[in-house]
C-alpha cells in the first residue's frame, strides 16, 4: 500500500472557517454594546432606578462577552504552527463556554436583585426608565441582527447573541414596568417580569454549555449520523468495511474524521485507491459537511487486538 497517497480534498473550513463579516460586525456589536452601557449607567444615575443600574452591569458583562468573541475570531484566522497544527479554533470554544458561565451568572444575580426589590421596592423616575431602556433596547436589537447570521456556525458568536437577546429581554422588562409604573405606581411588577425574564438568560447558557463541552470531549457533533455516516461510506464501490470510525469537531463549523476502510482487492485495484479515498471524501463533505477525513485503506483487516482500532458495531 502507498504511504503517500494525495491529500486533495476540500480544507475551505480549516484556515477561513470564520468569515471578515463576523469580525466586522463583532467590532460593531462591541462599540455599540459600550454606548447601551454609558446610556443605562446614565439613565440609572439620573432616575435613582436600581433596574437600570443593575441592568448597566450585565451590559458591561455583555461588552466583554463580545469582546471575548472578537479576539476568538482574531484568534481563529491565525496560521497553524508546527505546535498548533490544528490552528486556534479552540481558543473560540473556550471564550464561548466562559461566557455562557457568565450567562449563569447573571441571571443568579438577576433572580437576587428581583428578590430583593420585591422585598424593598424602591420609588423611581419611571419616565426616565422607559426612555433609557428604550434606547438600550433598539440599539441591542441592531446588533442582533448583526451578529445572528454567524451563530449556527460559531459558538462564540451564539453565546454572544444569547447575551444580547437576555440585555434586550431585560430591556423590554425595564420598559414594562416603568410604563405600568407611570400608570399604576404598582412598584413590584419590576422584579416579578425581572423573574419571568432570567430562565430564558439560563436556557441560552445551558444550550452554549452543552455544545461547547460536546465539543470539548470530542464527542460525535449533534448534527452528524454516526451510523449514517458509515452506511453512506460501505455504499462506495470496493469498501467492504468501516472500522476505527471517529468523527469530532474542532469548532462548530470545522467537523473531522478518520477511519480505516477494508478495501476488496478484486473491485479496487491498488492505483485505484486515491479515487476511492477522494470518493468518499468529497461524499462526506457534501452530506455531512465533514471538513476534513482522514481514510487509512487496507487490504487486510488490521489488527482488531489493537486498542486504536476499535470495530463499531452501532
Given at each position: ?10 480544507h475551505?473550513?480549516?484556515?477561513d472557517?470564520e468569515s471578515?463579516r463576523s469580525?466586522k ?9 459600550l ?5 443605562e ?18 451590559i ?7 469582546l ?19 490552528g486556534f479554533h479552540?481558543?473560540g470554544i ?11 451568572l ?10 430583593e426589590?420585591l ?19 433598539i ?12 451563530i449556527?456556525?460559531n ?11 437576555g440585555?434586550?429581554?431585560?430591556s423590554l422588562?425595564?420598559?414594562?414596568a ?14 416579578v417580569?425581572?423573574?419571568?425574564v432570567s430562565?430564558?438568560i439560563?436556557?441560552?447558557?445551558l444550550?452554549?454549555i ?27 464501490s ?9 468523527i469530532w ?12 476502510i477494508l478495501?476488496?482487492p478484486e ?12 470518493t468518499l471524501q468529497e461524499?462526506?463533505?457534501?452530506k ?11 487490504f ?12 463499531h458495531?452501532?
Amino acid at each position: 500500500m502507498d504511504a503517500t497517497l494525495p491529500h486533495t480534498h476540500s480544507h475551505s473550513a480549516f484556515p477561513d472557517v470564520e468569515s471578515l463579516r463576523s469580525e466586522k460586525n463583532l467590532k460593531i456589536a462591541f462599540v455599540l454594546t459600550l454606548i447601551i452601557l454609558v446610556t443605562e449607567f446614565t439613565g440609572g444615575v439620573i432616575s435613582k432606578s436600581m433596574a437600570l443600574y443593575s441592568d448597566s452591569g450585565h451590559i458591561l458583562v455583555d461588552a466583554s462577552s463580545l469582546l471575548l468573541a472578537w479576539f476568538a475570531q482574531v484568534q481563529i484566522k491565525r496560521t497553524p504552527t508546527e505546535k498548533n497544527t490544528y490552528g486556534f479554533h479552540r481558543i473560540g470554544i473556550l471564550a464561548a463556554l466562559l461566557n455562557a458561565s457568565l450567562l449563569f451568572l447573571i441571571a443568579g444575580v438577576i433572580i437576587y436583585e428581583s428578590y430583593e426589590r420585591l422585598i424593598h421596592p424602591e420609588m423611581v423616575n419611571s419616565t426616565i426608565m422607559i426612555i433609557f431602556s428604550s434606547l438600550s433596547f433598539i440599539v441591542n436589537i441592531i446588533i442582533g441582527f448583526k451578529i445572528h447570521k454567524d451563530i449556527k456556525q460559531n459558538l462564540n458568536i451564539k453565546s454572544a447573541f444569547f447575551h444580547i437577546i437576555g440585555d434586550a429581554s431585560l430591556s423590554l422588562s425595564i420598559i414594562a414596568a416603568g410604563l405600568i409604573i407611570y400608570f399604576t405606581g404598582f412598584y413590584y411588577v419590576d422584579p416579578v417580569v425581572s423573574l419571568i425574564v432570567s430562565p430564558v438568560i439560563a436556557l441560552g447558557a445551558l444550550t452554549v454549555i452543552k455544545e461547547t463541552l460536546n465539543i470539548l470531549l470530542e464527542a460525535v457533533p449533534e448534527e452528524v449520523n454516526f451510523a449514517a455516516v458509515k452506511s453512506e461510506m460501505l455504499k462506495i464501490s470496493g469498501v467492504e468495511d468501516v472500522h476505527d470510525l471517529h468523527i469530532w469537531s474542532m469548532s462548530k463549523s470545522f467537523v473531522l474524521l478518520t477511519a480505516h476502510i477494508l478495501v476488496n482487492p478484486e473491485v479496487v485495484k491498488s492505483t485505484e485507491m486515491c479515487c476511492v479515498i477522494n470518493t468518499l471524501q468529497e461524499m462526506l463533505e457534501n452530506k455531512f459537511n465533514i471538513n476534513h477525513a482522514v481514510i487509512q485503506p487496507e487490504f487486510t483487516i488490521c489488527d482488531m487486538g489493537s486498542s486504536f482500532c476499535v470495530r463499531h458495531t452501532h
